[in-house]
Structure formats: structure tokens, C-alpha cells
T-cell receptor, first 109, second 116 residues
Framework: GQNIDQPTEMTATEGAIVQINCTYQ??????LFWYQQHAGEAPTFLSY??LDGLEEKGRFSSFLSRSKGYSYLLLKELQMKDSASYLC??????????WGAGTKLIIKP | GAVVSQHPSRVICKSGTSVKIECRSL??????MFWYRQFPKKSLMLMAT?????????EQGVEKDKFLINHASLTLSTLTVTSAHPEDSSFYIC????????????FGPGTRLLVL
């Protein structure tokens, strides 16, 4: 079956670094996505990895290991506005996104 | 990035009425659009895949006669919730598939439906 696992909730301090892990099992693989979703809003695209390694984009970085079925999203220099849910999604062979339940990130001052 | 709009953003209707939600890709053409439903504090649930010029593909458990999808042009897909009931109240989100420069989906802002 297809499955995406990520922690339900994480807490971090403003200015710190946090890593959100995700493990995936999909039928075929066409990439791993991370989206940010603020409460009451639709998800917004953060990153896409299809090859192994680290992709850096400003304060956010995403890593993929296809052999391990593992990805993480790294957020640096945390700001209060980063408080949101972070959704991990794997794209299967039909180009459909298989969604994790999301990780709620709470930033404390 | 690509922009997807959704209209209306919020709708309240009486039980038994039908509601149409529009999803538009504003600056690109989308052969494929997706319709999702999201319950509070839950992940997105794919309802159907909408392909321009052909019938939508519905996920298991989603009633195609209840949730009518039309993708008549490369920039517009519509979801009609027919004979809405309170249990249909939810957050409905569409997304458009983009393949260049890379495969991804861009989401509309969502439509919050409340059926009284």
C-alpha cells in the first residue's frame, strides 16, 4: 500500500532550527513534495525533490534519500510566521500526490 | 509560481441545494486539475482527477453523481456539489498540475462550504 508518515506535532523556538522528517511508500515514485499550510488556508508549495540529496532554498532546505524512502524539511532561523502545518507528499507512478497527515509546527518566542 | 484561483472562497447554503465551485489557472494552461476535500485538522483527501476534455476519474468512495466535475477548458474546472447536505460541509481545494520546469501541483485558495 501507499503510505506517508510524519510526526503529528513539533515545537521549536524562534531563531532556532527544526527538522521535520517524513518516510514514504508509494507505488512508483515521481518525487517528494513539501507544502506549508496555515490554518484555514490552502497549501502552498515549498519544495520538490526527485533526486537524492539536499535542495536549499533560502531558510528552507529539503533532503531526499530514495533508497531509504526518507525525506526531511529543514527550517532555519525560525520566525513566528513559520508556525503552520507542513505536509509531506509523495508522487506516485500516476503522478498523484499521496499525502501525509501533516506536522503542526509550533514556534515559541 | 503559477497562480490558481478558486471561487467562491466561502459559501453557505441550505440543505438540498446545489453549489458550484470554480477553479481557474490564471497564467497557464492545466490539462489536469485535482479536487481535494479537507476536514479540520486532517490531511487532504483526493476526491477526483479532472482531465480537460474527458470524464473525471473519481477516487474510491466518492460519488460521481454527487460531486459533478467538468473540465471544459484548459483553464477552468468546476465542482458541483449536488443536493448538498450538512455532512458535505468541508474545505474544498483544487490544484492544477504543472509539468514544466518540474512536476508539481499549485493549489487554489480553497472554498469553505457550510450546508445548513
Amino acid at each position: 500500500g501507499q503510505n506517508i508518515d510524519q510526526p503529528t506535532e513539533m515545537t521549536a523556538t524562534e531563531g532556532a532550527i527544526v527538522q521535520i522528517n517524513c518516510t514514504y511508500q508509494t507505488s512508483g515514485f515521481n518525487g517528494l513534495f513539501w507544502y506549508q499550510q496555515h490554518a484555514g488556508e490552502a497549501p502552498t508549495f515549498l519544495s520538490y525533490n526527485v533526486l537524492d540529496g539536499l535542495e536549499e532554498k533560502g531558510r528552507f532546505s529539503s533532503f531526499l534519500s530514495r533508497s531509504k524512502g526518507y525525506s526531511y524539511l529543514l527550517l532555519k532561523e525560525l520566525q513566528m510566521k513559520d508556525s503552520a502545518s507542513y505536509l509531506c507528499a509523495g508522487m506516485d507512478s500516476n503522478y498523484q500526490l499521496i499525502w501525509g497527515a501533516g506536522t503542526k509546527l509550533i514556534i515559541k518566542p | 509560481g503559477a497562480v490558481v484561483s478558486q471561487h467562491p472562497s466561502r459559501v453557505i447554503c441550505k440543505s438540498g441545494t446545489s453549489v458550484k465551485i470554480e477553479c481557474r489557472s490564471l497564467d497557464f494552461q492545466a490539462t489536469t486539475m485535482f479536487w481535494y476535500r479537507q476536514f479540520p485538522k486532517k490531511s487532504l483527501m483526493l476526491m477526483a482527477t479532472s482531465n480537460e476534455g474527458s470524464k473525471a476519474t473519481y477516487e474510491q468512495g466518492v460519488e460521481k453523481d454527487k460531486f459533478l466535475i467538468n473540465h471544459a477548458s484548459l483553464t477552468l474546472s468546476t465542482l458541483t456539489v449536488t443536493s448538498a447536505h450538512p455532512e458535505d460541509s468541508s474545505f474544498y481545494i483544487c490544484s492544477a498540475r504543472v509539468t514544466r520546469p518540474a512536476e508539481t501541483q499549485y493549489f487554489g485558495p480553497g472554498t469553505r462550504l457550510l450546508v445548513l
